[in-house]
């Protein structure tokens, strides 16, 4: 897949760690160890293991791109987010600029859009819930989120539009399609990097069917993208993704005109898994960890 170069999205510098690393990989890739060994004052090889992400940080994490994406689709589908007693918690509540409601010319699309605001909506409260009765914690307020020049910072950077353009997910389908094209995968590749970190058998079934239901969303997108014959966009985004979460090359695009790839899978059929490190560097639209991009001023909770 091909590479895109920018001030935006640009190849990742320094290792990655895989999943496949277990429990110290991701307190690695996350600066966490030397984080625990400056407040212990042990070793960093204790620090790790002390330093360990617990399921809540994890869940909490998770809820930062579960306001995301319900915030984006109840936007686009009724033209209104998220109500103020489902944004509040621990840490800093942020304001949320751009999205208005699409104008859809496809009923199917906009009944898609508006299922897809269900879904997400109903994800937020659930895991808030899982937060409060299951791990007996605190879920994170709402960040500050960029529905607005976020996504054309991403198009310029994947070649979707020209260096000086702009790019509105508002003003038609195929744009709204797009738009949610570079979340959905992201969201995936995301539950399946949690789903070996989480300890309560709870929170793991409940995390197990976010997958399942992001999946089921991810898929229907890139067939509505390959139907509308999108192969080019889809390969961009996915480039871009690809360019900026690190040096290897997971990333997938919907295929050609000859093969499609709705499911983007390895040889095993078994879909890749991006560590939180990844996660927001696409979100942050920059391969140095600097809050930009989707969350401005950074996610909340302890994984940033």
């Given at each position: 897949?091909?590479?895109?170069?920018?001030?935006?999205?640009?190849?990742?510098?320094?290792?990655?760690?895989?999943?496949?690393?277990?429990?110290?990989?991701?307190?690695?890739?996350?600066?966490?160890?030397?984080?625990?060994?400056?407040?212990?004052?042990?070793?960093?090889?204790?620090?790790?293991?002390?330093?360990?992400?617990?399921?809540?940080?994890?869940?909490?994490?998770?809820?930062?791109?579960?306001?995301?994406?319900?915030?984006?689709?109840?936007?686009?589908?009724?033209?209104?987010?998220?109500?103020?007693?489902?944004?509040?918690?621990?840490?800093?509540?942020?304001?949320?600029?751009?999205?208005?409601?699409?104008?859809?010319?496809?009923?199917?699309?906009?009944?898609?859009?508006?299922?897809?605001?269900?879904?997400?909506r109903?994800?937020?409260?659930?895991?808030?819930?899982?937060?409060?009765?299951?791990?007996?914690?605190?879920?994170?307020?709402?960040?500050?989120?960029?529905?607005?020049?976020?996504?054309?910072?991403?198009?310029?950077?994947?070649?979707?539009?020209?260096?000086?353009?702009?790019?509105?997910?508002?003003?038609?389908?195929?744009?709204?399609?797009?738009?949610?094209?570079?979340?959905?995968?992201?969201?995936?590749?995301?539950l399946a990097?949690?789903?070996?970190?989480?300890?309560?058998?709870?929170f793991?079934?409940?995390?197990?069917?976010?997958?399942?239901?992001?999946?089921?969303?991810?898929?229907?997108?890139?067939t509505?993208l390959?139907?509308?014959?999108?192969?080019?966009?889809?390969?961009?985004?996915?480039?871009?993704?690809?360019?900026?979460?690190?040096?290897?090359?997971?990333?997938?695009?919907?295929?050609?005109?000859?093969?499609?790839?709705?499911?983007?899978?390895d040889?095993?059929g078994?879909?890749?898994?991006?560590?939180?490190?990844?996660?927001?560097?696409?979100?942050?639209?920059?391969?140095?960890?600097?809050?930009?991009?989707?969350?401005?001023?950074?996610?909340?909770?302890?994984?940033?």
């Open positions: 897949m091909p590479r895109f170069a920018s001030d935006v999205f640009r190849p990742a510098d320094g290792p990655e760690v895989s999943v496949a690393q277990g429990r110290r990989g991701f307190i690695q890739a996350l600066g966490l160890a030397g984080l625990g060994a400056a407040i212990l004052g042990g070793s960093a090889t204790t620090a790790s293991a002390q330093a360990a992400p617990s399921d809540l940080d994890i869940a909490n994490f998770a809820l930062n791109f579960e306001y995301l994406g319900a915030e984006f689709y109840l936007r686009a589908s009724v033209g209104r987010g998220l109500t103020d007693a489902e944004v509040s918690g621990s840490g800093t509540l942020g304001p949320v600029s751009g999205g208005r409601q699409i104008t859809f010319a496809t009923q199917y699309i906009a009944n898609f859009a508006n299922e897809l605001a269900r879904d997400e109903a994800h937020v409260n659930s895991l808030r819930a899982t937060i409060t009765n299951v791990l007996s914690g605190t879920p994170i307020a709402r960040p500050a989120i960029d529905l607005a020049f976020a996504f054309t910072l991403a198009a310029r950077s994947a070649g979707l539009i020209g260096p000086n353009d702009t790019f509105d997910p508002y003003a038609n389908e195929n744009n709204f399609l797009q738009a949610a094209f570079i979340f959905e995968d992201v969201c995936v590749t995301a990097g949690a789903a070996p970190l989480i300890r309560n058998k709870t793991l079934a409940n995390a197990s069917g976010f997958l399942a239901t992001e999946s089921y969303q991810a898929g229907a997108i890139r509505f390959y139907s509308r014959n999108l192969l080019q966009q889809a390969g961009l985004i996915s480039g871009a993704r690809d360019a900026v979460d690190g040096p290897q090359v997971d990333d997938q695009g919907i295929g050609d005109n000859a093969t499609i790839n709705i499911t983007p899978t040889v095993d078994l879909v890749f898994a991006r560590t939180p490190q990844q996660v927001l560097r696409v979100a942050y639209l920059n391969a140095n960890g600097t809050p930009t991009g989707f969350f401005p001023n950074g996610t909340n909770g302890t994984i940033r």
